[in-house]
């Protein structure tokens, strides 16, 4: 059964440093995603992204933070100067249509000390 | 913006009896209405889901029902069994819309 996959699953850095999060969404997807889960809490939007451009994003999603769809498979997320409440579990989600069943990769859990 | 409330937020039963989670939300426009079970350290996985145009809907153990008018719906978990034990999330969104928003989560142990 075809999968999303992302890496990495745990990357450890230092406030300030900028971290690239990457996902290999299923195939034949057309809607790609990035939420996020602090430590016992619940799962949170970030941003859509849909033809090549962001659909939605919400207000966690600030100028610290950018997506990018780099060719037909990858599809990263940038923290370009991390903080200490970045730390979370980031999970990639795909789906082949909006509103449709959305398929959760692993999780790249970041800590940032 | 979408809010979703989901009760309790832990939860334990004994083993073969039945598990209620219950969610209402805030957005009448809200018509798709998955539920996600996540175990310790692991990606959350959708067990069920529900549209507006249906009231209930079943699969094997598992049931949710909606209520659209009061904007709540409730996860029914027939003859527990210990791999029930995890954490389930609902979640709601609309047409047009594609982003979930997540209820808090609630943690189900099941008690052998």
């Known amino acids: 059964e075809p999968e999303v996959t992302q890496t990495p699953s745990h990357q450890v850095t230092q406030m300030g440093q900028e971290v690239i999060l990457r996902c290999v969404p299923i195939s034949n997807h057309l809607y790609f995603y990035w939420y996020r889960q602090i430590l016992g809490q619940k799962v949170e939007f970030l941003v859509s992204?849909?033809?090549?451009?962001?659909?939605?994003k919400s207000e966690i999603f600030d100028d610290q933070f950018s997506v990018e769809r780099p060719d037909g498979s990858n599809f990263t997320l940038k923290i370009r100067s991390t903080k200490l409440e970045d730390s979370a579990m980031y999970f990639c989600a795909s789906t082949r249509r909006g509103n449709g069943e959305l398929f959760f990769g692993e999780g790249s859990r970041l800590t940032v000390l | 913006g979408e809010n979703v409330e989901q009760h309790p937020s832990t939860l334990s039963v004994q083993e073969g009896d039945s598990a209620v989670i219950k969610c209402t939300y805030s957005d009448s426009a809200s018509n798709y209405f998955p539920w996600y079970k996540q175990e310790l350290g692991k990606r959350p996985q959708l067990i069920i889901d529900i549209r507006s145009n249906v009231g209930e809907k079943k699969d094997q153990r598992i049931a949710v029902t909606l209520n659209k008018t009061a904007k709540h719906f409730s996860l029914h978990i027939t003859e527990t069994q210990p791999e029930d034990s995890a954490v389930y999330f609902c979640a709601a969104s609309d047409l047009g819309n594609e982003k979930l928003t997540f209820g808090t989560g609630t943690r189900l142990t099941i008690i052998p």
């Open positions: 992204f849909y033809n090549n451009e962001i659909s939605e």
